[in-house]
Every structure is written in C-alpha cells, then in structure tokens.
C-alpha cells in the first residue's frame, strides 16, 4: 500500500487540474471573427473635398522661397565664377569670392525659412485634430516636394562652389 500511496497522491493533484473553470473566457465565435478579412477597407475619406484654404495658406509659405529662387541662382552663379577665378587661400580673389559665398547662403535664408514655416504649419495642422484629407496630405507632399527639390538644388551648388574654394 505504501507503494501505490505517491502514485495516489500525484493522481490527485493530476485530477485536481482538470476541474471545471468557471470563469473562463468562451470559444465561441466573436463578431469581429464573421468579418471576411479579404473584404477591401472602404475609405470614406477620399470623398471628403481638399481644404482650398490649407492648400492657399500653404502656397503662401512657399511662394517667397520660389520668388527668390532667380536670386539665389544668380548670386550662386556670381560666388561660382568669382571661386572659379579665386587665387590662393587668403588672397583678394579668394575673399572676394568667399564674400560672394557667404551673400549666396544668405540669399538661400528665404527656402530655409520657408520649409520650417511650411513644416510648422502643417504639425500645428496636425495637432489641432482638424482633418487632413487624401486631398490635402496629395498637395502638402506636391508642395513639400517642390520646396525639397529647390532646397536641394541650391544646396548642392553652394557645396560645390565651396569645394572649389577649399581646394
């Protein structure tokens, strides 16, 4: 008897386990289980009309950065043949053309400003919880592109008149 005695005892404890829950959760089917997920998502939202007023305050953002565009090209395009005929580092035509530079990157302050004004506009947009339509988000990112491409541009013409001139 002493023999069978643990093998009872584990018995228990095993039968014990296999007691009936009472509040366990049921495996029936949830409502959200009869959804076919293969169904395509409808988004109401793309009927909404675009905001004319974001898109024309947006515009405003941008329109001094593209105004000035001719302006920085030209003071890039004067910086670039001034450093193209720049002597030795320290010299008067090294000056000159690191004068002409530096009025280049300042003349580029209206994009800059203009992207962080842009970039500010559409955050505060954002947190105010008013809606952003497909229509909207499709003229903030054509926007945001074309200041992109324009900051970039400029961008890399400074940086290869500077490369000339630490040659």
């Known amino acids: 008897m002493r023999r069978f005695a643990p093998a009872f005892a584990l018995s228990l404890l095993l039968l014990g386990g296999c007691a009936s829950v009472t509040d366990a959760p049921s495996l029936a089917r949830r409502p959200a289980e009869a959804i076919d997920p293969r169904l395509p998502i409808v988004d109401p939202s793309a009927a909404l009309p675009a905001d004319p007023a974001l898109a024309a305050a947006l515009r405003r953002i941008a329109d001094p950065a593209f105004a000035q565009g001719r302006a920085v090209?030209?003071?890039?395009?004067s910086a670039d043949r001034l450093a193209g005929a720049a002597g030795a580092p320290g010299s008067?035509?090294?000056i000159a053309?690191?004068?002409?530079?530096?009025?280049?990157?300042?003349a580029q302050a209206p994009v800059t400003r203009a992207m962080g004004d842009?970039?500010?506009?559409?955050?505060?947009?954002?947190?105010s919880g008013a809606r952003l339509v497909p229509q909207d988000l499709a003229a903030v990112r054509a926007i945001a592109a074309d200041l992109a491409a324009l900051d970039r541009r400029q961008r890399s013409a400074l940086a290869a008149v500077q490369?000339?001139?630490?040659?």
């Open 73 to 77: 090209d030209a003071a890039i395009a």
């Open 92 to 94: 008067e035509s090294w």
């Open 163 to 167: 490369a000339q001139l630490a040659r």
């Open 97 to 106: 053309a690191q004068q002409a530079l530096s009025a280049a990157v300042a």
């Open 118 to 127: 842009f970039d500010a506009a559409v955050s505060d947009r954002i947190r």
